[in-house]
């Protein structure tokens, strides 16, 4: 089990740009991918992006595509998710999680293992 704590969520407007940070309590060796998911209110958790701690590997969900990028910190045992040109629909809670293996659907919630509080991103439009 690792310990998440996400930062860097708040108000702004469309268009506008914000960076979420995901510290982890432990290096980074311990888990294997990291990604971000986000849930709004009414609907399911949903896959933003995900990375894996070696190689940096990265896959996004579709709807946030050229917009989103997610990288990692190994030294830091941070991940970042920087969010550009920001949409209505994309106000919700965005959680970071861990998984401790690399197998499984990197997109699904059920393959990770630790999961942070939750940080609000709300844009205005």
């Known amino acids: 089990q690792v310990d998440l704590v996400e930062s860097g969520g708040g108000l702004v407007q469309a268009g506008g740009s914000l960076r979420l940070s995901c510290a982890a309590s432990?290096?980074?060796?311990?888990?294997?991918?990291m990604a971000w998911f986000r849930q709004a209110p009414g609907k399911e958790r949903e896959f933003v992006a995900s990375?894996?701690?070696?190689?940096?590997?990265?896959i996004y969900a579709d709807s946030v595509k050229g917009r989103f990028t997610i990288s990692r910190d190994n030294g830091m045992n941070t991940v970042f998710l920087q969010m550009n040109a920001l949409k209505a629909v994309d106000t919700a809670v965005y959680y970071c999680a861990a998984a401790n293996s690399y197998q499984g659907d990197w997109r699904s919630p059920s393959s990770f293992d630790s999961w942070g509080p939750g940080t609000q991103v709300t844009v205005s439009s």
């Open positions: 432990q290096h980074a060796s311990l888990s294997s991918i």
């Open positions: 990375i894996a701690w070696s190689d940096s590997h990265a």
